[in-house]
């Protein structure tokens, strides 16, 4: 049973577009949401994550957006670079001692020049 | 600050022989990650280690699957014996603690075929 779920497996934008990359979760436990970057042969690295009691959290060309309600969050990355070119993975973590992360399937996002 | 090292970077078996990964993390990291991630999946949490107490293994196959962290630092992990379904990218991490706050990072991965 997928907790966090990314439903679309790759995304293709033109350089200086918007990316958005999507997120949904089931539990409802999760209280906070994080997204990494991964390159080919790479380990992934952290880009930008957002608690649950925040709604948007920004860091330069990066929003993340979280919807409780509707248990969705989403990555926006204006504008975009052909170096965003990468799979982008949605992780979730819920409250608690051991805060083990749950991690999407991942998106491929090509960014084209 | 050097980054979490991982070794080998690949490797390939045949199924029932054994394998051992290595993983040296940040320096200063109390917390280590192994995850095992399968081709178009995301990273599975295997083993989680604070020092070098383990507090999560609930998704290690502790038939097959063993992992250590003597002394706190470098850690191993060991398959034996290995299965076709074990083919995948073992990552390592580190953070500082065990608060989600801190971030995990990344080794560059050791990527295991077994045939």
């Known amino acids: 049973d997928q907790q966090v779920k990314q439903n679309s497996p790759s995304l293709s934008v033109q350089e200086g577009r918007i990316s958005i990359l999507n997120c949904d979760y089931t539990?409802?436990?999760?209280?906070?949401f994080l997204w990494y970057k991964k390159y080919p042969a790479e380990g992934p690295t952290f880009l930008i994550s957002?608690?649950?009691i925040k709604d948007k959290n920004e860091d330069g060309r990066f929003t993340v957006f979280l919807n409780k309600s509707a248990k969705h969050l989403s990555l926006h990355i204006v504008p975009s670079q052909p170096g965003d070119s990468a799979v982008y993975f949605c992780?979730?973590?819920?409250?608690?001692?051991?805060?083990?992360?749950?991690w999407g399937l991942g998106t491929s996002l090509a960014v084209n020049p | 600050e050097a980054g979490v090292a991982q070794s080998p970077r690949y490797k390939i078996i045949e199924k029932r022989q054994s394998v051992a990964f290595w993983c040296n993390p940040i320096s200063g990291h109390a917390t280590l990650y192994w995850y095992q991630q399968i081709l178009g999946q995301g990273p599975k949490l295997l083993i989680q280690?604070?020092?070098?107490?383990?507090?999560?293994d609930s998704q290690l196959p502790k038939d097959r699957f063993s992992a250590e962290r003597l002394k706190g630092v470098d850690s191993t992990l060991k398959i034996q014996p290995a299965k076709l379904e074990d083919s995948a990218v073992y990552l390592c991490?580190?953070?500082?603690?065990?608060?989600?706050?801190?971030?995990?990072?990344f080794g560059p991965g050791t990527r295991l075929t077994v045939t």
């Open positions: 991490a580190s953070s500082q603690g065990l608060a989600v706050a801190y971030e995990q990072y």
């Open positions: 280690f604070q020092n070098n107490g383990v507090v999560d």
């Open positions: 957002i608690s649950s």
């Open positions: 539990n409802s436990m999760f209280d906070y």
């Open positions: 992780a979730a973590s819920n409250a608690g001692n051991n805060r083990k992360l749950i």
